[in-house]
C-alpha cells in the first residue's frame, strides 16, 4: 500500500507483503525461489516484467524453478521440466495443444485448460520485491503440492 505521509513523501508499507530480494539481483538472476507463508514460490524476470507462481507443478509437483521459459502463442509461459506441461507466466493456465479432428486437415493449436497455477501478485519499492500472500478463499490445483511440500526445507528436486 502507497500513501502519502503528512511530510508530503510517498511512503511503502508493505502490509503483509513478503519480502522476497532485491530488485537488482532478482534482474540479474532472472529468477529465485522464495517461501511466502510456508509455501514455495518462484519469481521470475522476464522480458521487464516479474511475475510469481507456485514452484511445484500443479500436474505432479515438478519444481518449476528449474524450467525453461518459451514464447508459446505470444504468451511466456514456463515449460515443467518433469513432463512438459506448458503454463503461462501471466495467468497460470494451464496449455494444450488439441487438434479438431472434424476440420479438413487438422492442425494442432493451443488451448487452455483454465488456470492451473496459482499466481501470486508482486510488488516492487524502493529497490526491493515483494510478494502477497496468497488468497486461500480461492483454490487452485497448484495448492495441493504447494501443501505437500510446504515448510520443507529444500526447494531442489
Ligand atoms: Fe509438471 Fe508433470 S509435474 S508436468
Redesign the pocket.
Known sequence: VLHSSSKGTVEAEPDGLVLVGKEDDIKNSQRITAKVNGREVVVFYHEGKFHALDSR?Y????PLNLGEIEDIDGQPCIV?P????VITLETGEGLYEGINPLEPSPTPRWQSKGVKQRIHKVTVNNGNVYVSPPDLSVSFDSDYFADKYKNNGDLAL
Open positions: 507443478c500436474h505432479e509437483g515438478g515443467c518433469w513432463h512438459k506441461y
